[in-house]
């Protein structure tokens, strides 16, 4: 169990207790109210105001459903945080090239030839305003991780978590009926700014599909930050994500994993020590070899 702000121990989180936790440990709830969205073609849904908050976790109860069998039925659902609030677009309902996160909850497959995941597929992109998603590749070549999940006419209620927080983009989701947060995207090395708007669409295409985003509630973590980070302007930061490769180098790769992490203090650690052992291996065999020589010349004396 973890409380706000903490470094979270466990995958599998309980989310009632989790969301109480969040309440009694001084989080501001910015949004409470019920929102709806019925969408057969592609509707959007914005936040009135910008977030200042430098570390923030979204909850997000919704439900996608239709009497559409097998793969007729489509497209889903996605949650922003964005420089602009939302304008009809092509990807899920929002423009692209847009500036921010994206999380993508995607019900209907259009890469025939990615066969090694199963949808729907829940996946996020940060975008610096320069990247398009792919639709016919699913947006693989600009996800940076992800999960399948089972989200489509559930006969219970259905959440996502997003959580970013000391550079560190956490995705959860309760879809099972289980009362406990499952891990989808955990990637480290996100930059996001403040002052952006929250919001949330739908889109379908030629299929259709309901999408209901029932509620979102946007909650304030408490974190400390160093006195170096609290005199940036949060406002001015790209979004960016660190130590990844390009996204034309990722179209090919089967997983649609792209993104890496920076090396904590015991992987430096760990690779300094194989070094030095490395090193003191090398020294050892050196010495050895170089005894026997000194040895074999004497022989020949």
Same mark, same amino acid.
């Given at each position: 169990?973890?409380?706000?702000?903490?470094?979270?121990?466990?995958?599998?989180?309980?989310?009632?207790?989790?969301?109480?936790?969040?309440?009694?440990?001084?989080?501001?709830?910015?949004?409470?109210?019920?929102?709806?969205?019925?969408?057969?073609?592609?509707?959007?849904?914005?936040?009135?105001?910008?977030?200042?908050?430098?570390?923030?976790?979204?909850?997000?109860?919704?439900?996608?459903?239709?009497?559409?069998?097998?793969?007729?039925?489509?497209?889903?659902?996605?949650?922003?945080?964005?420089?602009?609030?939302?304008?009809?677009?092509?990807?899920?309902?929002?423009?692209?090239?847009?500036?921010?996160?994206?999380?993508?909850?995607?019900?209907?497959?259009?890469?025939?030839?990615?066969?090694?995941?199963?949808?729907?597929?829940?996946?996020?992109?940060?975008? &610096?305003?320069?990247?398009?998603?792919?639709?016919?590749?699913?947006?693989?070549?600009?996800?940076?991780?992800?999960?399948?999940?089972?989200?489509?006419?559930?006969?219970?209620?259905?959440?996502?978590?997003?959580?970013?927080?000391?550079?560190?983009?956490?995705?959860?989701?309760?879809?099972?009926?289980?009362?406990?947060?499952?891990?989808?995207?955990?990637?480290?090395?996100?930059?996001?700014?403040?002052?952006?708007?929250?919001?949330?669409?739908?889109?379908?295409?030629?299929?259709?599909?309901?999408?209901?985003?029932?509620?979102?509630?946007?909650?304030?973590?408490?974190?400390?930050?160093?006195?170096?980070?609290?005199?940036?302007?949060?406002?001015?930061?790209?979004?960016?994500?660190?130590?990844?490769?390009?996204?034309?180098?990722?179209?090919?790769?089967?997983?649609?994993?792209?993104?890496?992490?920076?090396?904590?203090?015991?992987?430096?650690?760990?690779?300094?020590?194989?070094?030095?052992?490395?090193?003191?291996?090398?020294?050892?065999?050196?010495?050895?070899?170089?005894?026997?020589?000194?040895?074999? &010349?004497?022989?020949?004396?």
């Amino acid at each position: 169990m973890e409380g706000c702000g903490r470094q979270r121990k466990s995958v599998l989180l309980h989310r009632e207790q989790k969301e109480k936790e969040l309440a009694e440990s001084n989080v501001i709830v910015i949004e409470r109210s019920e929102l709806h969205i019925r969408s057969h073609f592609s509707v959007y849904i914005n936040f009135l105001q910008p977030c200042y908050l430098k570390d923030w976790e979204m909850h997000v109860q919704f439900k996608v459903h239709g009497s559409g069998k097998k793969n007729l039925h489509g497209d889903g659902i996605a949650v922003w945080y964005t420089k602009d609030r939302l304008h009809p677009g092509p990807v899920f309902g929002n423009q692209d090239q847009f500036h921010g996160l994206a999380i993508f909850l995607d019900t209907f497959r259009n890469d025939l030839h990615g066969m090694d995941r199963s949808f729907p597929f829940i996946s996020a992109m940060v975008n &610096n305003g320069t990247v398009s998603y792919d639709h016919g590749k699913d947006g693989r070549s600009s996800e940076l991780g992800g999960c399948s999940a089972d989200i489509r006419n559930r006969d219970f209620e259905t959440y996502l978590a997003i959580r970013y927080s000391r550079g560190r983009l956490t995705v959860m989701v309760d879809v099972d009926d289980k009362n406990e947060w499952k891990e989808c995207i955990d990637i480290g090395g996100v930059r996001l700014p403040t002052g952006y708007f929250f919001g949330a669409s739908a889109a379908t295409g030629d299929l259709s599909d309901n999408h209901d985003i029932i509620s979102m509630k946007l909650y304030q973590l408490m974190v400390d930050h160093t006195q170096e980070e609290e005199n940036l302007d949060w406002t001015k930061i790209e979004p960016s994500v660190s130590f990844f490769r390009s996204p034309k180098d990722n179209i090919d790769d089967p997983t649609g994993n792209f993104r890496g992490t920076a090396l904590t203090g015991w992987k430096v650690f760990l690779l300094l020590l194989c070094a030095l052992l490395g090193i003191i291996v090398c020294a050892v065999v050196g010495a050895v070899v170089f005894q026997k020589r000194q040895e074999r &010349n004497k022989r020949f004396y």
